[in-house]
């Protein structure tokens, strides 16, 4: 099931589907609907019951989909039954934060350890989790197999990091620093970016004020 093909629109509605079902004391019953899962999350239920449908196969009609099955089929897809490793890169402020919480695992990351430049900070834990100084990082990287770099430096270093994951064998960079990074073809690259959510919170509240 989990090598089939989806949108990317379908697939960042997945999580919120999975974080629905699992969710507890909305009384769900055994069985669950899209049109249900729709209702609850004010979605389009044609859209839900195509995304379902993408995903699963486990869904009967008039019945519907037994809850604990499809919560299988979810977090199968999304790779949350099956632990990745990754490493952090800047084990500043936002970087320990990202290390000390505890939700990662229920979506399957583990974060195996931070690296930093800093060497005030070499050998420090945050939340069981060691620092470890920059030369660390592509043995660790080689040695667990590890394929998630998470990059939390200023960015005016962000592309000299994500260089060195990807010489250390990342393969999949999840960016927080505000830098445009050049891959080689083959590694993806998931911007993360505050602004863009607060540039449309800005945009509707003009908007709004436009109207009035
Ligand atoms: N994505 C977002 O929405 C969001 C939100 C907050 C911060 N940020 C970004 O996250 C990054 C970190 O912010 P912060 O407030 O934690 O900064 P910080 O200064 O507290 O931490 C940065 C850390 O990176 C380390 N570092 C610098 N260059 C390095 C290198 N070449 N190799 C290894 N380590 C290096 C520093 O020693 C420091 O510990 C910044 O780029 C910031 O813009 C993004």
């Known amino acids: 099931m989990s090598?089939?093909?989806?949108?990317?629109?379908?697939?960042?509605?997945?999580?919120a589907y999975l974080n629905y079902l699992r969710g507890p004391g909305k009384g769900l019953k055994k069985h669950v609907s899209a049109t249900m899962i729709a209702e609850a999350l004010g979605l389009n239920d044609v859209v839900v019951r195509k995304d379902l449908a993408?995903?699963?196969?486990?869904?009967?009609p008039k019945v519907g989909y037994v809850r604990s099955e499809l919560i299988r089929e979810l977090e199968k897809f999304l790779g949350y039954d099956n632990s990745q490793d990754a490493v952090l890169v800047g084990a500043?402020?936002?970087?320990?934060a990202l290390m000390a919480y505890s939700g990662f695992p229920q979506?399957?990351?583990?974060?195996?350890?931070?690296?930093?430049?800093?060497?005030?900070?070499e050998g420090a834990e945050v939340a069981g989790k060691k620092i470890l100084a920059m030369d660390k990082l592509p043995g660790l990287c080689r040695r667990v197999?590890?394929?998630i770099g998470i990059i939390t430096v200023?960015?005016?270093?962000?592309?000299?990091v994500c260089d060195q994951l990807i010489d250390s064998g990342i393969l999949a960079v999840w960016n927080f620093a505000n830098a445009h990074l050049s891959v080689p073809e083959g590694i993806?690259?998931?911007?993360?970016?505050?602004?863009?959510?607060l540039a449309l919170?800005?945009?509707?509240?003009?908007?709004?004020?436009?109207?009035?």
């Open 3 to 15: 090598d089939r093909c989806v949108s990317k629109q379908t697939l960042q509605r997945l999580p």
């Open 54 to 60: 993408s995903v699963s196969s486990s869904g009967r």
């Open 92 to 96: 500043g402020k936002l970087g320990q």
């Open 107 to 121: 979506y399957g990351l583990n974060i195996l350890a931070g690296f930093d430049s800093d060497p005030r900070l």
């Open 145 to 147: 197999g590890v394929h």
């Open 154 to 160: 200023p960015g005016e270093h962000a592309q000299a």
């Open 188 to 197: 993806l690259v998931q911007n993360e970016n505050m602004a863009v959510s």
């Open 201 to 212: 919170l800005s945009n509707h509240l003009k908007e709004v004020f436009s109207t009035k």
